[in-house]
């Protein structure tokens, strides 16, 4: 039997509103992407990380420079459950965008979170392109 050949990719996702851009690290081993985080002098994730589903983390190449935010998603197929992975990941990242940003999360009639809304629709839609043209699903 033919072994399946794993997918690996770095994907980019840029917001041109609020000029966000979103980096997903998908099918990554924990090795992997340690090895990539190195290039940003980030010691990468420990060996007790290896089994999670997810996670979102900001990185700095430097103290002045543009927040480089992530997702890593060792996932290997496009299912319902990697999706709601994506979701939980998307909200740990929006919310740190928001707060680098000084954008207001308040769920009181005064404040509008139409931002947060919008951030996280689009990020998860563009997201979700992507990752089904690569595991082909329509």
């Known amino acids: 039997m033919k072994k399946k050949k794993r997918i690996k990719k770095l994907i980019h ?3 041109k509103v609020f ?15 340690n090895k ?10 420990g060996k007790e990380d290896k089994d999670n589903l997810g996670s979102s ?21 496009w299912t319902l459950i990697t999706q709601s992975v994506l979701a939980h990941e998307l909200i740990h990242f929006l919310l740190s965008v928001t707060n680098n940003k ?12 139409e931002t947060l809304a919008y951030l996280y629709e689009f990020f998860f839609y563009e997201a979700s392109c992507k990752l089904n043209d690569l595991f082909k699903n329509k």
């Open 13 to 15: 996702i840029k917001d």
């Open 19 to 33: 000029k966000i851009c979103l980096n997903v690290f998908i099918g990554y081993n924990l090795d992997e992407l």
């Open 36 to 45: 990539e985080l190195k290039k940003f002098g980030f010691n990468g994730f």
């Open 57 to 77: 983390f900001t990185l700095y190449k430097d103290d002045n420079s543009t927040p480089y935010y992530s997702i890593w998603l060792p996932i290997d197929r």
């Open 102 to 113: 000084g954008i207001k999360v308040i769920n009181k009639p005064k404040y509008d979170n």
